[in-house]
């Protein structure tokens, strides 16, 4: 049974028989952390009683009446579970005639429960801290990366085909050198050479002068 549906039947059950009645839900770790169940429940009666003032630094006024009426507290219970609650709320009088006022420390309910963590709770938070640490250095360098890398370039279909005219142009460059290349280390072939090449008779022969 959820923590919701256990409220809804606790509700209904009083509801039933008193009609709607207010309910103080009560965190075990402030059980654990008090030794002590009346403490508990003016530490949670008082947490949430801040939280629904308007002042702006969470004072909230209280009587003994009203602590009697909300949950059955006399004078000297509600001594006892201020001295409990020490350094986690904070109690002054104010106002003529005067009055209590209560407010919550959420920095001294904090360090008080960090006393409950186990040393495997402790290791577990810290693992999931340099899991999370890990993480965000990751994205971070992914980030990096991602502007860094050069933007690209949409080109236009005249674009496009003016850099395929170029690269054709550049290409038949390259071919033409090639061929001039090949001719140019071919050796010259002189008449003389054709002539022997196609008569047989030796060309020192064929360049002589007739005998006058």
Not at 35 to 51: E, N, P, R, V
Request: proline residues 7%; glycine residues 4%; positive net charge.
């Amino acid at each position: 049974m959820s923590l919701t549906q256990h409220v809804s039947l606790v509700a209904s059950l009083v509801s039933s028989v008193l009609g709607r009645q207010p309910i103080v839900a009560v965190p075990t770790p402030f059980i654990h952390l008090l030794g002590d169940c009346t403490a508990a429940t003016f530490l949670a009666q008082c947490c949430y009683l801040s939280d629904q003032s308007t002042d702006p630094e969470g004072w909230f006024e209280r009587s003994h009446e009203a602590w009697r009426s909300d949950l059955n507290l006399s004078p000297e219970q509600i001594r006892r579970c201020v001295r409990h609650c020490a350094g986690m709320i904070e109690v002054k009088r104010m106002g003529l005639p005067s009055r209590n006022f209560y407010r919550i420390l959420p920095e001294g309910i904090r360090g008080r429960l960090a006393t409950l963590q186990t040393p495997e709770v402790v290791g577990l938070s810290m693992q999931a801290s340099v899991t999370q640490a890990v993480s965000s250095q990751s994205e971070s360098r992914k980030a990096v990366a991602g502007q860094m890398q050069p933007p690209v370039v949409q080109q236009t279909p005249q674009q496009a085909a003016e850099q395929t005219r170029r690269h054709s142009s550049i290409a038949v460059k390259k071919e033409k050198d090639t061929q001039r290349d090949d001719v140019q280390r071919t050796s010259p072939v002189t008449t003389e050479m054709l002539t022997r090449l196609l008569t047989g008779i030796p060309t020192d022969v064929i360049c002589r002068k007739p005998v006058e």
